[in-house]
């Protein structure tokens, strides 16, 4: 049996869910999300619980099984809370503006960058951080990785755009001759 999927999921006062033919909705104060339902996999709603269980034993139903419920409390917990992903930019002459859809970025090029945001996607900047928020948990982490992308850190001087909780393996520059 899955460690995570035989875990039930609470549901929080305020969310509804909603369990069709192919996807599963999910409705809370900060929006809906559909959750795809896999063939092998049950999804049943018992005592404010929602709880996952697989038809049979086979490898590709036991991969299902954990991956069902991981995406189901993912969405519990972005219709509930949301997400988001902190980027910090490092380097002289960089700079950060723009408000909650697009923002516009100095990295070091000859023009200046924008990134214009998804629907669903929120930015805020405040002096070199950008907050990317959402709902849906893969959309914010796909949303940080492309600005991420813009310019990547670079392992001398740390120069570039990374995450927040992200360590940069510095490497010693030349070594001069004596």
Do not use: C
């Not at 049943?44 to 409390?73: F, M, Y």
């Not at 070091?108 to 070199?128: N, R």
């Not at 492309?146 to 490497?171: M, Q």
């Amino acid at each position: 049996m899955s460690r995570i999927g035989k875990q039930p999921i609470d549901i929080p006062a305020g969310v509804t869910i909603t369990v069709g033919d192919k996807d599963i909705v999910v409705a809370g104060p900060k929006g809906s999300l559909t959750v795809p339902l896999q063939k092998s996999v049950k999804v049943a709603i018992e005592d404010n619980q929602v709880v996952v269980t697989r038809d049979n034993d086979e490898p590709k139903s036991r991969a299902w099984h954990g991956l069902q419920r991981a995406l189901l409390n993912n969405a519990v917990q972005g219709v509930t809370k949301g997400f988001e992903k902190q980027l910090e930019i490092n380097g002289v002459g960089f700079r950060l503006s723009g408000g909650p859809k697009e923002i516009e970025m100095a990295l070091g090029f000859s023009h200046p960058v924008k990134y214009k945001a998804p629907e669903g996607i929120e930015l805020k900047t405040d002096k070199m951080t950008i907050t990317v928020s959402g709902i849906d948990k893969q959309q914010v982490g796909q949303v940080a990785a492309e600005i991420r992308a813009l310019k990547k850190p670079e392992p001398y001087k740390g120069k570039g755009i990374k995450y927040a909780d992200e360590v940069i393996l510095r490497k010693a520059g030349k070594a001069g001759k004596k």
